[in-house]
């Protein structure tokens, strides 16, 4: 029997199959073949090529998923920045437009069983904003980009500026509209005339108690005003002797390290890349008293931390982490207090006083020796 037709309605048939999208049950991620129908799979199961595929991802099967959870990642998060941008979306209607494309990485082969699952794994790696409402849950794409970045701030000081012309428009408008109709009053000028001049004299010779002699005329001043000459004048004298005990002026490097010293300390102590210990028995015995690096900071007091034993990524409040103290020699960072944000090498420590001195190496503060800094107030680094 010869080929048939390419125009009768079966070969058409057929490729219209081949072009559009097939079940997903059919479909073999390891060897990228789909299948058109339960039989068709089972054949594909049973044939040399797709056991050699199962002899490979069975010496490697972890790098097989991580290599096929992080294409699913990209491509996902690549179609949602373009289609969807930063607006709210429902992720099944993202996911729906993603498995539109034919060459899509199924979900089946990845590490998360469902939608649901990768969804809230992409709010806890801070990937995007995600909201569960009793309609599902909606995500929301973060663009970290640095020119995305860059161009919100500028549009943000435009809006600003903006605001600005036209709250000054507005005034000139209402200045214009007050003064229409009316004439602008300018200054009057007056001649300067003196009347009742009467002349004072003061006579120093006498004692302290009569320093200020009035003439027989009576001074427009009136005699409570001449009253107070006397106190005025010993009122100055002090004041002379006092500006004279002055201090001399502060240098700019005393001023910048008394502004230093009395800044506040903050409610927030977390950082990044900082190695701390988990104090919470909530998480049970494999966390608890385990050390982590502190990877991203979340609305300051929220933290993502890679557990260092095992490489779980758990997100914690700063009340269930306590910091590490090193030994003495190695690199610190300051979290609190007049020092915070600066590296250091730990040089000593005062079990006595829950301290440690700290050898500043990084800031305004370099090569000082610090003394007395709280165990609470730095970490030790990553």
Known sequence: MGKPDSLTPKAIANRMKS?????L???????QKQCRDEN????HCMSESHHRQLLL?????QQFVDSFSEEFRDGFLGLLRRRFGTERVHNNVAYNEYIRQRDHLHMNATRWE???????WLGREGLCKVEETPKG???RYIDRDPRAVLRQLQLKKKQRLDQEEETARYIEEQVRRGLAGKEQEGPVFTELSRENEER???DFNKGAGSSAVITSKISPL???ALATLGPVASLKRKQSSQSSAVPKKKSALEEIMEIEMKSSRTAYWLQPEIIVKIITKKLGDKYYKKKGVVKEVIDGSTAVVKMMHSGDKLKLDQTHLETVIPAPGKRILILNGSYRGNEGTLESINEKAFSAAVVIETGPFKGHRVEGIQYEDLSKLA
């Not at 991802?57 to 099967?61: L, M, N, R, T, V």
């Not at 469902?114 to 809230?120: E, G, P, R, S, Y």
């Open 19 to 23: 072009k559009g999208l097939q079940k």
């Open 25 to 31: 049950r059919w479909y073999c991620q390891m060897c």
């Open 40 to 43: 068709g799979f089972k054949c």
């Open 57 to 61: 991802a069975a010496e490697q099967p």
């Open 114 to 120: 469902t939608l649901t699952d990768f969804t809230k």
């Open 137 to 139: 849950w909606y995500i």
């Open 200 to 202: 004072v004299t003061f």
């Open 222 to 224: 009136g005699p409570s």
